[in-house]
């Protein structure tokens, strides 16, 4: 491959390049701009641009495709050309789906009026796209990914762009990745009975029974049916868990849905191949999801995708979420990264970020491992607004401040070098995932509008479980076994990874110690991983329970025969140790180094990067108010501010700072022998 | 009203971080208000499957065992005084709604009809969303057909302009694009390639309208036929008031509000 990953950036031909790119939608912009809005790209530090193809500008009719013949705009190559003239590297987007705020998410409306290619809800229905949070200007049916005629139709978009886009491959030309679809997750309406229901689809998971179970004996086995074929298997169409021996049949959906998503990335990916996409990594785009039916660690795990990434719209107070995602990002993906990191706002958002707040984002989430982002939209096009670039290519002054800081900061300091101080993994348990996913309800279009409580859309079951998986999995909890351990990391100031049990092995042995939520089950698969992590010399703490069954609850587990009440065992090099909540703190303590900063006010955020000797220290302050704090640390250290002041603090064992509110403190670590 | 190709461009941040607080359709569907204590008892018809009390999430000590009579049952509960509204959900309305506005037809609608249609299935119903107090019959005395009204009386081609100050610092610069009764393009006063307004004054408000009408002659778009400039205390009060038009009155006697509505002859 002319174009691989490595675990801070792209090697170009062997040659180290971040992945700090801007997007530009050119199809939008007046094809006379297109030279000076680039211009304005690299002036504001930028070498890597980011595009969309889109489908139905590109084709208008059912076979003919503007390639600038008629549209100026539409001339895709020559605005590959001028990146190549420029420099800049640029990453493409060619979907199938796109969104972008166009109309009909870039799909051709022959496409979407095909009824082959559509996809059905639960109740029967068509799924139209204005439902879950999504506000198009026209309302249209959604394609079912599960679709063969919407593969054809694909495959004949992708026999028009790929040649194109293939002309451009790095090293010779512009384009270092390529995206295989965009946020495929049912276009938001992901609840696990929504949808897809259409006859394709349910082929598709039918198909996929029997791929799991291999025959139809096996699978009247776990679920108590009497089915003489797979054909005959209709699935769940809302929650109706009664008994045990009601899992297996709806967690066989909930995995279902899994599979469909990552099989068609995977699917366009291979597409994408076999018409001369290579030698260039193929990324997939995630929302925000990091439960089931997105599985993020499989889909990084299959061939035919290469890298993905997790988009990231946040508002100031949203900082948690940006901490938890990049987090989440470090401990599972091969290269952090954000497709989509906000950059201004689509145009029915309810509130624009204001530069302040795109940094205290941006920051935030480089602190806690962003490696490579694509700032969507660094240049501002119709139904956008707040980009540091306008569309006539001229600057917001009040953005465009902050990008041009940031450029300047991350070259010169090559911060996608840096690693953060980190030793501990928590590992989510994504069964505990799957299950609230099988409990789920009222999983219909629009009732989101309601203003309903998130309790009324969960099922009770009452299945005489030990642990309460239910609330294991509601992270909005900080009284379960994982909210207790979240908040004793961030009270020892200790910073982690976050992953779920379905990291590979590879990801999982760089962490000495880990922490693994676990109850009364868990996929026999990733028992077994977790155990071969303890036999090789890690060091797992886990809890409430330790899992005793597989997730249908019909097969014994491996954990459990390990211990038979709370404690510690020695296995091979390492140690399980089954812990209680309430001994976690004193566990993070004995187990974990301490951490080599402090502060004493709780409410700032800090990160320590390092390359080599050079450390870098983040302090950021995630509240509404101004705080003055005392930062620790273990002997006489220098603090050279590198953003937000450039004075020097200097102190042997502590010093005094304060942070504004929403505000974000670099300093480059100078140790006193260097003073 | 809101034409499918709809074009949004050079919007300004500061107005749209103003007006963002609009744009989610929930607030002029649901019953449920921001910030109220409510209790969501949710049934299939038959029995009560779940109750939520909206702070203290899902209750088990209220001994709704049966359902009965629903608007017995929903006297009942809030009889309890614990709640500021109580609903009554039947789980198969909310799937009802979900699969009659899930149809190809509804393709041919504008967002707007779009939501006004799932707030008419959500509502027009016997019984399938009951709630005590009832839902509100408008959203701070807005309502869809008011404003369908408002918009079929500007001619066939017009523009229309908001513009609030907050002191002397634009707050919203809002211009609306709109040919035969769909909004087609919406930008701010960005656009008009002026520097921002300061005051909220007849001469600023006479300044606003000529730079409008400019922009009607040089880029071909609508002449102005509704511009209202205000402060931000006169749009709030606006915003809420029972009677709008009396408190756009009292806001021009006190000079913080400026209008003009040039209207076809036949509606005048």
Known sequence: ?675 | MIDPDWSLIDLDPRTWRAIGRFFDPSQYIRAAQPGEHGLFVLHDGTRILRAVDSQTGVRYDLALDALGDRQALLERVYARGEWQRVHLIDKRHLAEVARTSQAMTRRDLTLDQYYHMVYQLLWNNDGGYLCLPPRPASWNGWTYMGIRAFVAQLPDAATVALGVLDGDELMIGLILELRGGLIRVVTTFEALGEPALVAVSSAAFEHLWSLLEQRSSVVGSPPPAAVLLCTKAAFETWLTADDKHAALERAAQSGTAYWRLQLPEAVC
């Not at chain 1, 679709?147 to 270092?176: M, T």
């Open chain 1, 1 to 675: 491959m002319s174009v691989t990953l490595t675990s801070n950036s792209l090697a170009i031909d062997g040659r180290e390049v971040p992945v700090y790119s801007g997007a530009v939608h050119y199809w939008r912009l007046e094809r006379a701009r297109w030279q000076l809005i680039l211009d304005q790209v690299a002036a504001l530090g930028f070498g890597m641009v980011e595009t969309y193809i889109p489908w139905s500008i590109h084709e208008t009719a059912p076979g003919d495709y503007d390639w600038g013949q008629h549209d100026q705009r539409k001339d895709v190559e020559a605005f590959m050309r001028l990146c190549e003239e420029r420099g800049l590297w640029l990453m493409v987007r060619p979907g199938p789906l796109i969104n972008a705020e166009l109309t009909d998410f870039g799909l051709p409306e022959w496409v979407l009026l095909d009824p082959a290619v559509q996809s059905r809800t639960a109740v029967g229905s068509l799924h139209l796209d204005a439902a879950w949070g999504l506000h198009p200007p026209r309302p249209f049916p959604v394609p079912s990914y599960a679709s063969e005629a919407f593969y054809r139709y694909v495959g004949g978009w992708y026999d028009a762009v790929c040649p194109i886009i293939a002309r451009h491959l790095a090293p010779h030309g512009c384009i270092v990745a390529v995206q295989s679809d965009n946020e495929t997750c049912y276009l938001f309406h992901d609840q696990t009975y929504a949808t897809d229901y259409s006859d394709d689809s349910l082929a598709l998971y039918r198909h996929f029974l029997a791929e799991r179970h291999g025959d139809i004996a096996a699978l009247n086995a776990a679920y108590g049916s009497q089915y003489s074929d797979f054909a005959e298997v209709e699935p769940p169409r809302d929650c109706a868990i009664n008994l045990r021996a009601d899992l297996a049949w709806h967690l066989d959906w909930v995995t279902y849905k899994e599979h469909q998503i990552t099989w068609s990335v995977a699917r366009c990916g291979g597409m994408l191949r076999e018409r001369g996409i290579v030698g260039v990594p193929i990324f997939h785009d995630i929302a925000f999801q990091q439960r089931s039916p997105l599985d993020v660690a499989r889909m990084e795990a299959d061939p035919m995708i290469d890298w993905v990434g997790m988009n990231m719209y946040r508002n100031k107070e949203d900082y948690a979420h940006v901490v938890e995602q990049m987090r989440f990002l470090a401990g599972s993906t091969r290269l952090p990264f954000v497709p989509e990191l906000g950059c201004g706002i689509w145009s029915h958002h309810p509130l624009t970020p204001t530069p302040a707040e795109q940094e205290l984002i941006t920051l935030g989430a480089l602190m806690h491992g962003l490696k490579a982002f694509n700032l969507y939209m660094l240049v501002e096009r119709e139904r956008w607004q707040g980009s540091p670039i306008t569309r006539h290519g001229t600057l917001r002054p009040e953005y465009a401040a902050f990008y041009r800081r940031l450029t300047t900061f991350l070259h010169n300091y090559q911060l996608w070098r840096f690693e953060r101080d980190r030793a501990i993994l928590v590992l989510r348990s994504y069964d505990v995932g799957r299950y609230a996913a099988a409990a789920a309800t009222l999983n219909y279009a629009h009732a989101d509008l309601y203003g309903l409580p998130r309790e009324l859309f969960t099922t009770e079951i009452e299945l005489d479980l030990t642990w309460d998986a239910l609330a294991e999995a509601d992270e909005h909890r900080d009284d379960t076994w994982f909210g207790v351990l979240r908040q004793s990391l961030r009270a020892g100031a200790l910073d982690y990874d976050l992953a779920d049990t379905h990291i590979g092995d590879e990801h999982l042995a760089r962490y000495p110690l880990a922490f693994l939520q676990a109850v009364d089950f868990m996929e026999l698969a990733d028992q077994r991983r977790v155990l071969d992590y303890v036999e090789a010399g890690g060091t797992l703490v886990i809890g409430p329970g330790l899992p005793y069954a597989d997730p249908t609850l019909k097969r014994p587990g491996l954990l459990h025969r390990l211990l038979s009440s709370p404690g510690t065992s020695v296995i091979g090099r390492g140690r399980l140790i089954w812990a209680e909540a309430a001994q976690l703190p004193a566990l993070l303590d004995a187990l974990a180094p301490p951490a080599e900063f402090r502060c004493d006010d709780p409410a700032i955020d800090l990160a320590v990067l390092r390359n080599a000797e050079r450390i870098l220290l983040f302090a950021a302050n995630p509240t509404d108010t101004a705080r003055t704090t005392s930062l620790s640390f273990n002997r006489r250290r220098r603090l050279r501010g590198s953003w937000g002041m450039s004075e020097t603090l200097d102190g042997d064992g502590a010093v005094s700072l304060t942070i504004e509110p929403y505000g974000v403190r670099i300093w480059e670590v100078i140790s006193g022998d260097d003073q």
